[in-house]
């Protein structure tokens, strides 16, 4: 377990490298494609989807409002059921605390639901550096972890991965961490699965500790809700004797009948499904069936942080669907890794500089600008994250933590151009300037445009980013403002 | 009726001819326009770069040039949804509470596409333009205004226009302000998939809303020598029969 996110390059960098992949490419855009119709069709088929929208938005902010309130109950509820709860500031004490029970157990082994947020804390790290292996049972994070690779993806970490990197992974890895793959193993999807499916059984029949996440938790009932396609969460949640459960706080919601719009929306925009096939929901202990020691890690980790924000914290609403991935182009092009976190794409771009602060680190400020600004993200979210507005406000609080420091030249060129922008009389000056500059270069032969304007080649730093691959049109002899004043106002 | 015309410091300074035809077209539509004199940018490359104190002058500048006028015309979708929805938050941060007030009693904004087929009720502009053409709905138009299709209605009445369907039309061009140099190799991936769909329809001109997403995929298709013309909206929209040779006017054919 030595892949980290740790000290990755910035976005601009990183991306650079990952455009050029073009096996990566391929992967990225057949995947993300496949997944963007297939919620298409069963979005447009629901006639309240918007309503759905609204509600689901308008639930968690008003969960949100009143989080204190709702955490104590679910504490209480969850208590009443017989489950033990804990609080953790941070990912080193909800690892702790997960560390600590596996030892209690006398365990050298966990098996994982799939799990955004133990993903976050670093848990398996934590559990591997204290003697205890986690297995991960979700079909894609057992790719990506039998690969010592890096998750890219929300719901599917490993869809960076084609049929046949899986089925050479799966060859020559499941043997070194127990039962090995056939040796006769083609990459047809169905026989990938029945590799990891009996890979993963004796796992399961051992395992005496899980660790999963929850997509929900219901406050009124102290219920836990997992939603999943392959039904090794529910092999998890129910086989081994010791249940743990990290659970951020966000993932509240008031009652049991709040469900009812977040176990719509979700499928919708995650698989593209109608339904999901495996919804497992739990209180606590039940005498003889299933777990009989059940933990629950409520989890802060920053999250107070976007709730202090009052244009961040509808960030706070995600339920972790990865349309907003799906749909963004500048994932599909760049891919997960790109982004230096296990929450990447648009929400990714969001939520981690929000969740770790801004104005200390390099690689959290380059990501607000990690976009186009195009707003298909928000289209797409079922809770309205309004990602863009997000993004910009991030961009504020980047370039004001940095105020006072030693000015960049982007710095520079912002404030040159509002004084300039500021004042009619110097824009008119700088365009002038631009006119007469094009009519001296216009004299050198430049090649023509379709449609006769003519065009700038490849220019010197700092406009070399712009002209590398786009010519630059030649600034016109008269801008429209001369024009104005000298003929327009009075044509006709 | 008397509009403001705010021809966006980007066509003011680079893509004139988008301007003109905005004049000549509103105008032969019946429409008195006049351009404040002090206007200059709206101050969206800053707003979306994270300079909202640098955006401040701009807001006042903006403001005292568009008091008075019954309605302002922007020909760009991006400009007009930063004033639409940005232009508050940049007053909100001065913490001046007489901007605040100012912005929201500034004059509607509209883009061009929503002033003719919503305030003029004309979808039928009396264009004349015998080319095909393919269109793209800058993300900003299509996302922060919703003009839906108003743009392809009024394109598909122009007369002698062959129209071509773009495939992936509602995928971003890859532009995106600052974006398209702070982060180049992204946005010219991005762009360079915008110039291959162009360039699968076969049409000869490729029309938007936005010069400044114009600039970025005709930069491309210029540099990749596709043979493709990058137009304003209002330039096909200006064009009519016979007056190509006129100046200033963009005309039918070259």
């Known amino acids: 377990m030595s892949a980290t996110f740790v000290g990755m390059p910035t976005f601009p960098v990183a991306a650079g490298t990952a455009l050029a992949d073009s096996q990566l490419r391929r992967n990225l855009a057949h995947a993300t494609s496949t997944i963007r119709t297939k919620r298409a069709e069963v979005v447009r088929e629901v006639d309240a989807w918007e309503q759905l929208r609204v509600a689901g938005a308008t639930l968690k902010d008003r969960t949100l409002r009143h989080l204190d309130v709702y955490l104590e109950q679910l504490e209480t509820a969850l208590t009443a059921a017989g489950a033990t709860v804990h609080w953790a500031r941070d990912a080193d004490e909800a690892n702790r605390i997960v560390v600590d029970i596996a030892r ?115 406050a009124e009932t102290g219920t836990l809700a997992v939603v999943e396609s392959e039904g090794n969460g529910r092999m998890c949640l129910t086989l081994p004797e010791v249940l743990i459960s990290i659970v951020g706080i966000e993932k509240l919601l008031p009652t049991w009948a709040d469900l009812d719009v977040f176990l719509q929306t979700l499928p919708r925009s995650s698989t593209g499904e109608r339904m999901n096939p495996y919804t497992s929901l739990w209180s606590g202990v039940t005498p003889g069936d299933g777990p009989q020691q059940v933990h629950v890690v409520l989890l802060d980790n920053g999250r107070t942080d976007v709730l202090a924000d009052t244009v961040g914290r509808q960030a706070l609403r995600c339920i972790r669907c990865s349309a907003c991935l799906n749909i963004c182009p500048v994932y599909e092009r760049t891919g997960g890794h790109s982004y230096g976190s296990v929450y990447p794409g648009p929400i990714g771009a969001i939520l981690n ?99 006769g304007r003519r065009v700038l080649g490849a220019l010197p730093r700092p406009a070399a980013g712009w002209s590398g691959a786009r010519d630059v049109p030649l600034p016109p002899a008269e801008s429209f403002r001369s024009w104005w004043s000298r003929a327009g106002r009075d044509a006709r | 009726m008397t509009v403001g015309l705010l021809p966006t410091c980007l066509n003011d300074a680079l893509f004139p001819e988008a301007a003109k035809a905005v004049v000549h077209l509103l105008r032969r539509l019946g429409v008195v326009v006049d351009v404040p004199g002090r206007q200059t940018c709206c101050g969206q490359p800053m ?208």
Request: neutral net charge; contains cysteine; charged residues 20%.
């Open chain 1, 104 to 218: 209690l157990h006398g365990t050298d082994e966990v098996v994982k639901v799939k799990s955004m947020t133990t993903a976050e804390i670093g848990l398996n790290d934590a559990l591997e550096a204290a003697g205890i292996h986690a297995w991960e049972t979700d079909l894609a994070e057992l790719i990506v972890q039998l690969g010592d690779d890096l998750p890219s993806h929300i719901l599917v970490p490993a869809i960076h991965r084609n049929r046949a990197e899986i089925r050479e992974i799966f060859l020559r890895e499941m043997e070194r961490v127990g039962r090995p793959a056939p040796a006769d193993l083609t990459d047809a999807p169905l026989e990938l699965a029945a590799a990891a499916r009996d890979h993963l059984r004796e796992k399961f029949l051992r395992a005496r500790v899980a660790v999963s996440g929850a997509n929900f938790a219901v």
């Open chain 2, 47 to 254: 707003i979306n770069s994270g300079y909202l104190d640098e955006a401040v002058p701009l807001l006042r500048n903006h403001l005292a040039a568009v008091a008075g006028y019954e309605a302002i015309v922007v020909p760009s979708g991006s400009c007009a949804g930063s004033i639409r929805h940005q232009h508050r938050l940049v007053a909100q941060r001065s913490g001046d509470p007489a901007l605040v007030r100012a912005v929201e009693q500034a004059p509607p904004v509209h883009d061009l596409s929503e002033f003719l087929v919503d305030v003029l009720d004309v979808v039928d502009v009396g264009a004349y333009f015998p080319h095909s053409v393919t269109y793209h709905p800058t993300c900003h138009s299509l996302r922060v205004l919703g003009v839906g299709d108003r743009p392809t209605r009024l394109l598909q009445a122009v007369r002698g226009l062959r129209w071509t369907d773009l495939p992936a039309a509602e995928e971003c061009c890859g532009f995106g302000g600052t974006f398209a140099v702070k982060n180049p190799d992204t946005s010219i991936a991005m762009g360079s998939d915008k110039a291959r769909h162009v360039q699968e329809t076969g049409a000869e001109v490729l029309v938007a809303g936005d010069s400044s997403c114009l600039m970025h995929i005709g930069g491309l298709l210029g540099r990749q020598r596709a043979g493709v013309r990058v137009m304003h909206l209002a330039e096909v929209l200006a064009s009519t029969e016979g007056l190509a040779s006129t100046e200033g006017r963009a005309g039918p054919a070259r």
């Open chain 1, 353 to 451: 500089p929000m969740m770790r602060g801004v104005g200390q680190d390099a690689q959290l400020d380059a990501l607000p600008y990690a976009s186009s600004l195009c707003g298909a993200c928000f289209d797409v979210c079922p809770v309205r994250i309004d990602i863009p507005e997000v993004l910009v406000h991030l961009r504020t609080k980047v370039v004001d933590a940095h105020r006072g420091r030693r000015p960049t030249p982007q710095d520079l060129v912002m404030r040159a151009a509002s004084w300039t922008l500021a004042s009619s009389a110097r824009t008119a000056r700088s365009t002038r300037l631009a006119g007469l500059a094009a009519r001296v270069l216009s004299r050198r032969g430049l090649r023509s445009a379709p449609g």
